[in-house]
């Protein structure tokens, strides 16, 4: 039996600092990087997704950037045939590579790549919750009803992220299986894992997370926003319920101030963090390294070979 193509990820919650101990391991071991986040894949949405800048991306090939128009939607299953269609070409070339983000849903249909998104979508019920969850009011109604079927999945799910809470829902209805209970069905992964995630005290998190933001302002999140809304893509499109695009369609529209909408985003990007964590402790493949030691960059390169 041929041997198993090493695929190593490097994970951990918003804000970290995973981008550049990613770039220092690619250099050094002659990796590539292929993204795992679901809003760096949308093109010109740079500042809010705190995607590497043109110079990083030159220090490194990436891959997976920048590959959808932000009026576009993608599951999880067409990120997962994307990402293991790119690990194949690499390996041919002789390339390896490094997963960086921190989308827990497309690590863990990676690593288990048949339990996730198995049972069909019933096109009329996806359209009753979608037309449910058409204000602020029906989110809540919907959010409830994913609470009721399944506890689990629902405190992991915040109110706003209606693509999910849809899934999940369809997924329960359908199987009478709750969504979080879910067997991973069939087979393994084709590839051999590594995964490291980073992490830290929540405070320090929270304090990196505070000036992320305030950074992401500094560079013109709102313009960016702006402009994206100018050309044409909805505000419900899935691109734009990403934390800080949400928060700041109603700063662009004059209905909070600029530190509002920031305020709102550092909030929901805490939030998130906290979700992020909990994601990765359901995985027995992810080991952890502290990311604030003198050597932590020596142990990660260990951890990684």
């Not at 809010?48 to 299953?77: C, F, M, N, W």
């Not at 960086?100 to 019933?122: C, F, K, N, R, W």
């Not at 995964?195 to 830290?200: A, D, E, G």
């Amino acid at each position: 039996m041929p041997e198993k193509i090493r695929c190593r990820v490097l994970t951990g919650p918003t804000g970290i600092g995973k981008t550049e101990l990613a770039l220092s391991l690619a250099e050094t071991f002659h990796w590539e990087i292929l993204c795992m986040d679901s809003m760096q894949i949308y093109r010109r949405m740079d500042i809010g997704t705190a995607k590497p800048t043109p110079e990083e991306q030159e220090r490194v090939p990436h891959h997976l950037l920048d590959i959808l128009e932000p009026d576009e939607a993608y599951s999880v299953s067409q990120y997962r045939e994307l990402a293991e269609k790119t690990v194949l070409e690499l390996a041919q070339k002789g390339k390896e590579v490094l997963f960086v983000g921190g989308t827990g849903l497309y690590l863990e249909s990676m690593i288990h790549p048949m339990g996730m998104g198995q049972s069909p979508a019933d096109p009329v019920r996806r359209d009753e919750l979608r037309q449910m969850a058409a204000d602020e009011a029906g989110k809540k109604e919907l959010h409830a009803l994913l609470e009721k079927l399944d506890p689990d999945t629902a405190n992991r799910l915040p109110p706003n992220d209606i693509r999910r809470i849809i899934r999940a829902i369809e997924v329960t209805e359908t199987t009478g299986v709750p969504f979080s209970k879910q067997p991973a069905r069939e087979g393994k992964s084709p590839f051999d894992w590594t995964v490291v995630s980073l992490t830290t005290d929540r405070d320090t998190l929270y304090r990196r997370i505070n000036r992320r933001v305030t950074a992401m302002i500094e560079l013109g999140l709102k313009d960016e926003v702006r402009g994206l809304l100018e050309e044409g893509v909805p505000e419900d499109a899935q691109s734009m319920n990403g934390i800080g695009y949400r928060q700041m369609i109603p700063c662009v529209r004059g209905e909070y101030s600029l530190e509002e909408a920031a305020e709102e985003i550092r909030l929901a990007s805490r939030h998130y963090a906290k979700r992020q964590m909990t994601f990765l402790r359901r995985l027995p493949e992810v080991a952890y390294l502290e990311t604030d030691c003198p050597d932590t960059e020596i142990k990660l390169k260990e951890a990684m070979l």
